[in-house]
């Protein structure tokens, strides 16, 4: 009987599939999360590369059921993973969130949010390989930032969650193609 709870077993193990939605470079991405009690679902996942070689991360990105990817910088639930290849400094991190913020935006809307992105980039912290960034906004709460599931910091305002998402969603975004994937076009 153990041989053939084997044989079974073996049989049916390559039929097995966790619930995963998507693998990106090794990296796998839950079909939908929970925010609030509201089901966000993949949208997509994206690569990002520095100088189109090096890969820097793959992020994945979450929005309500029903909701059309064009909305993503509305004042909708979303949520955003990104893990890492390489180690990154949270110097590199709050530079890089301020530049991309400021080519997001007008000179008005990042000096109303100004406070607010130094306090967020503040939180930020050094990440190894494997380390994984969330970045969850909910309405009327804020965006918070997580490293490897522990909450760092919780920043108010639709505008400030806008000019956030920007950054990797917006008309300058770090890179097409990561934008692209995400909202779930071509990877």
Same mark, same amino acid.
């Given at each position: 009987?153990?041989?053939?709870?084997?044989?079974?077993?073996?049989?049916?193990?390559?039929?097995?599939? *966790?619930?995963?939605?998507?693998?990106?470079?090794?990296?796998?991405?839950?079909?939908?999360?929970?925010?609030?009690?509201?089901?966000?679902?993949?949208?997509?996942?994206?690569l990002q590369r #520095?100088?189109?070689?090096?890969?820097?991360?793959?992020?994945?990105?979450?929005? *309500?059921?029903?909701?059309? *990817?064009?909305?993503?910088?509305?004042?909708?639930?979303?949520?955003?993973?990104?893990?890492?290849?390489?180690?990154?400094?949270?110097?590199?991190f709050a530079e890089?969130?301020?530049?991309?913020?400021?080519?997001?935006?007008?000179?008005?809307?990042?000096?109303?949010?100004?406070?607010?992105?130094?306090?967020?980039?503040?939180?930020?912290?050094?990440?190894n390989p494997g380390?994984? #960034?969330?970045?969850?906004?909910? *309405?009327?709460?804020?965006?918070?930032?997580?490293?490897?599931?522990?909450?760092?910091?919780?920043?108010?305002?639709?505008?400030?969650?806008?000019?956030?998402?920007?950054?990797?969603?917006?008309?300058?975004?770090?890179?097409?193609?990561?934008?692209?994937?995400?909202?779930?076009?071509?990877?």
């Amino acid at each position: 009987m153990r041989k053939a709870s084997y044989l079974v077993a073996l049989f049916l193990l390559p039929l097995w599939q *966790p619930a995963w939605s998507a693998t990106i470079e090794g990296v796998a991405f839950a079909e939908s999360r929970r925010v609030d009690g509201a089901k966000l679902v993949l949208v997509g996942t994206g690569l990002q590369r #520095y100088m189109g070689i090096y890969k820097v991360c793959v992020a994945g990105l979450y929005l *309500p059921e029903g909701t059309q *990817p064009a909305a993503v910088l509305d004042d909708v639930p979303k949520r955003l993973d990104i893990q890492y290849f390489h180690r990154i400094r949270a110097a590199q991190f709050a530079e890089l969130t301020s530049k991309g913020v400021r080519e997001n935006t007008t000179a008005a809307e990042y000096a109303r949010i100004k406070a607010r992105l130094d306090r967020f980039a503040a939180a930020y912290e050094n990440v190894n390989p494997g380390d994984r #960034y969330t970045l969850t906004y909910r *309405p009327g709460k804020g965006v918070t930032l997580a490293l490897n599931g522990v909450d760092k910091i919780t920043v108010e305002g639709a505008d400030f969650a806008a000019a956030l998402y920007s950054v990797w969603l917006g008309k300058h975004p770090v890179t097409q193609g990561l934008k692209a994937g995400l909202l779930g076009g071509k990877r």
